[in-house]
């Protein structure tokens, strides 16, 4: 049998291709138009509308093809806010062969509503066949990567032993305004979470496969958690959360999409109170951000990092909330948790789940190439990165029911705790500061976390 093998948005030559086109051939005439100023550094200042798109081209062995298209439209009205757009508009469709897909509308904007409040609205529904779960507390859960490989004729149990399937329909709206004249604002948010849990369904994925390449019907880690317990049996299928949102953010940021100096601190509190009809699971999560950014030189280099800490402060947090991180304010799809793309790049996705935690992300970003083309700004830019990310309190794992046939080794280490680490490098291609496409591979510290990934999305990290 193969290994399996994940290429995450493979096809580099049709991105890269679709991302310069982009500035040509949509809004390139009479509705993009442009300003006879120009902004130190020789940049054009952008009118009106501007349009990005791309293809959503990927491939995983065992989830199936992933087709579909995202795109991002940006008012800039008279230019007198740019690089700041009057308004944006983000959409993403996608599906794979296998069933799972992204359903996603994100609209922002700090004009559209009286006295500079900004209003911040999301509608998703996300599928997927198999997310990633390898437990809690981090390196107390053992990762055995063994387990999903199956050239191991001994040790392999299945391809998605660490998967379950999961569904989120979500509806997220959130204000901010200003306090005074400081860099301050307040923060008061509604958000709807309705979130399905099940067990892989073997059966969907092993359609059109040939014998000796189909997924065994074996229980999966999630399911062992389950009949061991750990996960509560009202817990196990999912649930639905009504949230408030609550917070202060400070910000001095020079350029919000790609800062080159100042600082973006917030402190957020997510709760799902009672009387909004969360009876079963009424819980309340604290997070608090500092980022920073350096200008060591102008427009060119630039030094900036992130130090987050998260936790429960009341009730209980349901399994399937553990890893959403809570912010003011992301365009990212996918709040997961500590590991891959949007938090430490190069471990294994989802792989630090804790009550609370904390994260460290620290980047060199260089551009080194900018010019003018098709009507759009360009720039290109590096990075080098470094990820750190902890456990600071962890999810009460009850083993009482753990069988006695099973190897206890196997799925749990007494050395709780540990600094988890990553690190690597990127590249960033942006059309008029806004539209960033983003490339990141990492490397994780520890073979405990995985080992590497590459990562291709929108936007720098924070």
Partial sequence: MRKRKVFPEILFPVFLLAFILTGSIIYAQDNDSLSTKIKPGGERIKKGLNFGALPAVAFDSDIGFQYGVLGNLFQYGDGSVYPDYRWSLYGEWSRTTKGSGINQLFFDSKYLLPHQIRITADFSFLTEKALDFYGFNGYEAVYNPAFEDDADEVNYISRVFYRHEWKLARITLDFQGKINQLPLRWLMGYGYFRTNIASVDIDRLNKGRDDADTLPDVDGLYDKYVSWGIIPEEEADGGT?????????????????????????????????????????????????????????????????????????????????????????????????????????GILRNRIVGDAFAYGNFELRYKFLKFYRWKQNFYFSLNAFTDIGMVTKEVNVDKTLFPQEENYADYFSNKSGGLHSSYGAGLRIAMNQNFILAFDYGLAGDKRDGDNGLYINLGFLF
């Fill in 241 to 345: 959360h009504h949230f408030l949102k609550l917070g202060l953010v400070y910000d001095t940021r020079d350029n919000e999409s790609n800062p080159n100096r100042g600082i973006w601190t917030e402190l957020v509190a997510m709760t799902a109170p009672r009387f909004l009809g969360n009876t079963e699971t009424a819980y309340t999560k604290l997070a608090i951000t500092h980022r920073q950014y350096f200008n060591l030189k102008k427009e060119v280099l630039t030094f900036a990092y992130r130090l987050g800490w998260q936790g429960t402060i009341s009730g209980e947090t349901p399994f399937y909330m553990q890893h959403y991180m809570v912010n003011t304010f992301t365009r990212s799809t996918k709040n997961d948790g500590l590991g891959g793309a949007r938090s430490l790049r």
